[in-house]
């Protein structure tokens, strides 16, 4: 099932425009470390005696460890050395948690787009807002397929601006407009329309219905509903 949205994303090329370049979110599109971000959130906020419950969880997808910390804790005045001490042990727990993370835990279907992707001469790349994404592309045995990797280390702001992806852009060599980015978070829709890249929305509509394609997996991905293709 796909949906075509047109809506009012700003059109940066040409309608003729080519998708040269595929730039993959991570977390939810490759793999789904929701888990361990949920355990590592819930052990730090039950240790500070804060509520946290899953759907809490879901209102972090897509956005930095310090937007989520800000939201878990914002019945609370934190200082910066405080915020400091409870992201970097939010992360320690988290990369505990990562561990555990093999090859089995590539999400359906994403072998076989990446390889057919590459197959077809298309530049693929990974962009992520997770500082420890380099780690789980590796544990996943698929950072070869990628000819640029980036991450919250690589700009300052992250989603929803469009810095990550621009940023990717121009490691790949190409403009925005020969791009398209598969999130699956509303975050992440968001800063690569800013971008003025296309864009594949991976999950519920109501989440992800801004994108120009919508599928309910990455499996179900049809690249032969994409005319824009240009690789």
């Known amino acids: 099932m796909v949906s075509r949205n047109n809506g009012n994303r700003k059109e ?33 906020a039950d240790e500070e005696k804060v509520p946290f419950t899953r759907n809490d969880n879901e209102k972090l997808r897509g956005i930095s ?3 989520s910390l800000n939201l878990i804790f914002q019945e ?17 727990y988290y990369r505990e948690y990562l561990n555990n993370i093999t090859t089995e835990d590539l999400l359906p279907g994403v072998i076989e787009l990446l390889g057919k992707l590459q197959a077809r001469g298309c530049r693929l790349a990974m962009a992520s807002a997770s500082k420890n994404a380099l780690t789980v592309i590796e544990r996943l045995n698929i950072a070869s397929y990628f000819n640029a990797i980036a991450d919250g280390n690589s700009v300052k702001k ?3 601006a469009p810095d990550l992806f621009l940023y990717t852009a121009n490691q790949l060599g190409l403009p925005p407009e020969n791009c398209l980015v598969v999130e699956d978070a509303e975050a992440g829709i968001a800063a690569a329309r800013v971008a003025g890249m296309a864009t594949i929305g991976i999950g519920p509509p109501e989440r992800v219905g801004e ?10 991905i049809r ?3 994409i005319q824009e293709i240009g690789c």
């Not at 595929?22 to 490759?30: A, N």
């Not at 609370?76 to 320690?92: A, I, P, Q, S, Y």
């Not at 994108?211 to 179900?220: G, I, L, Q, T």
């Open 65 to 67: 460890r310090r937007a």
């Open 158 to 160: 992250t989603k929803p």
């Open 12 to 44: 940066a090329g040409p309608a003729g425009r080519k998708i040269r370049a595929f730039i993959f979110d991570l977390d939810g599109v490759l793999t789904d470390t929701a888990e361990y971000h949920y355990r590592a959130w819930k052990r730090l």
């Open 223 to 225: 690249l032969e509903d």
């Open 211 to 220: 994108a120009d394609y919508v599928y309910p997996s990455v499996e179900a």
């Open 76 to 92: 609370r005045k934190l200082t910066e050395e405080k915020v400091l001490e409870l992201m970097d042990r939010k992360n320690g």
